[in-house]
């Protein structure tokens, strides 16, 4: 409705302006062809005797389109065309005759409004004798031709505009309309998501750049409260089962424990038997702990130099008498002097849990191979590889989910994790801004790549001063 009243208001100055100023002109021409005719008339009668006048005045009559009054100085009506212009007139003729008369002026008057048919423009203009106004000359000219123009340009111009304010208002409508749809489908979208429909998305085709942008990213965050809420169910559930277990055992070794008195020997025992049992929930318990700290951001680093190929080296070299018991070679390539800025405990327990992961699945008299090189200057790249049964593909993009456990696949030589050493390993390398991958072809074993950046100067600045080098 604003819009419409606003172009309303704007039609109605346009045509208001407009009318003033084709009334000026029109007046304005008018006003030149009755001044030209006057003066030819009044140049006759005082170059004439005025015994001659009424010749003259007759013979202008006749070719004059208009009519025509001579009126003397005391008021009497010496010719008269058709009729009378005081009386046609009124007030605005005899107004125009004392300014004449009483002032020596060349006066206009008209006797309506120009959009009146029956309209007459007039001028009054003074004839001298002797030096004084002896009398007045009337011609007028009718404007009904004009006001006719003028009613059907209005005519024509309102139904124009009325057709215009139509159009305005349904075209308005419906660009509002479009406009407003996806606003409305978002609305209606994340209405549906407030009330836990997260798998509900956005279809908006808009061609509008913004709006395409906007639904994008709304999109982008339906999809991450999806994941997120679906990760969150599916943790709550996994760690309740992965804690029910122990705690199960835990309660039934304390209850077979109470049912009769026992040795001391016999408390020790079970006593140690729940140890373990509380220590494998204190593992689990760590690990939430830590994976939920990296989720929030808060997975406290220490940024402080390391020598990775140390780091590969001591690890490895705690591996040895473990792999040796199982019959089990570690072959280590690692290139010295990779240098790395983390946090070496946290870079230990990711190499920890890839190599106890490859011994667990890795057969007998077989060799699991441990290296580390340097990539384009400015990676240092990690691989564990064991010859174990391997994983499927349809399995790989999911072992790093917590709590996932490619038990179909691969079998373990004793206990049985949580699930969640892989998801950590994730969580810490992301952390130091590097990847961790696996490749892997069923039958032929596994293969865990670590991708961490190097220390020291910026890789793109050696690069230039290398092609420098290079060009000189």
């Known amino acids: 409705m604003l819009f419409v009243a606003i172009e309303f208001g704007i039609l109605m100055l346009s045509a208001i302006l407009l009318y003033g100023a084709l009334a000026h002109r029109v007046n304005q021409d008018v006003d ?24 003259h005045l007759n013979t202008f009559a006749r070719h004059f389109q208009g009519p025509m009054e001579l009126v003397s100085i005391n008021g009497l009506v010496l010719f008269t065309s058709d009729h009378t212009l005081i009386e046609h007139g009124g007030n605005n003729v005899s107004q125009a005759l004392a300014r004449a008369f009483g002032q020596n002026k060349i006066t206009f008057t008209s006797t309506q409004s120009l959009l009146q048919k029956s309209n007459i423009r007039i001028i009054a203009m ?46 308005g409508y419906f660009m509002a309309k479009k406009a407003l749809d996806p606003i409305q ?77 026992r040795s001391c020997e016999e408390y020790e025992h079970i006593l140690r038997q729940q140890l373990e049992t509380i220590e494998r929930i204190q593992r689990i318990v760590n690990d939430l702990l830590t994976l939920a700290r990296a989720d929030a951001g808060q997975l406290e680093l220490i940024q402080e130099p390391i020598d990775l190929s140390l780091l590969l080296r001591e690890v490895g070299q705690q591996h040895l008498i473990l792999f040796a018991s199982h ?62 049964p391997g994983i499927p593909p349809e399995q790989q993009a999911l072992l790093f989910d917590r709590f996932y456990r490619a038990d179909d696949a691969r079998c373990r030589k004793e206990g049985e994790g949580a699930g969640l050493g892989l998801s950590i390993c994730k969580r810490i390398v992301d952390a130091h801004g590097g990847t961790i991958t696996v490749q892997s072809t069923p039958g032929k074993g596994a293969t865990f790549i ?6 020291g100067p910026d890789p793109a600045h050696s690069q230039r001063l290398h092609s420098v080098l290079d060009k000189a």
Do not use: C
Request: charged share 20%; glycine share 6%.
């Open 185 to 261: 489908e978002i609305s209606s979208t994340a209405r549906a998501v407030a009330a836990g429909d997260l798998s509900r998305r956005l279809e908006s085709r808009s061609q509008d750049k913004e709006i395409r942008f906007l639904v994008n990213v709304l999109n982008k965050m339906f999809e991450d409260l999806e994941a997120s809420f679906r990760a969150q169910r599916r943790f709550t559930a996994d760690a309740s089962h992965e804690l029910r277990l122990p705690l199960t055992i835990l309660k039934g070794e304390i209850e077979v424990a109470l049912r009769h008195p």
């Open 126 to 171: 003074p004839i001298h004798l002797g030096g004084e106004v002896s009398a007045v000359i009337l011609l007028g000219k009718s404007t009904s031709d004009i006001s006719a123009i003028f009613r059907l340009m209005f005519i024509i111009g309102g139904i124009l505009g009325l057709a215009m304010m139509i159009l305005s208002a349904l075209a």
């Open 327 to 388: 019959h089990i070679t570690l072959d280590m390539h690692i290139t010295e002097g990779m240098e790395i800025v983390g946090d070496a405990a946290h870079l230990e327990r990711v190499l920890l849990n890839l190599l106890n992961n490859a011994y667990k699945y890795a057969p007998e008299h077989s060799t699991i191979t441990l290296s580390g090189h340097v990539d384009q200057e400015q990676w240092a790249v990690i691989s564990i590889r064991d010859e174990g």
């Open 32 to 55: 030149d062809e009755l001044m030209q005719q006057a003066t030819l008339i009044v140049n006759r009668l005082e170059n004439s005797h005025f015994y001659s006048w009424s010749s």
């Open 450 to 455: 670590v991708r961490l950046p190097l220390a």
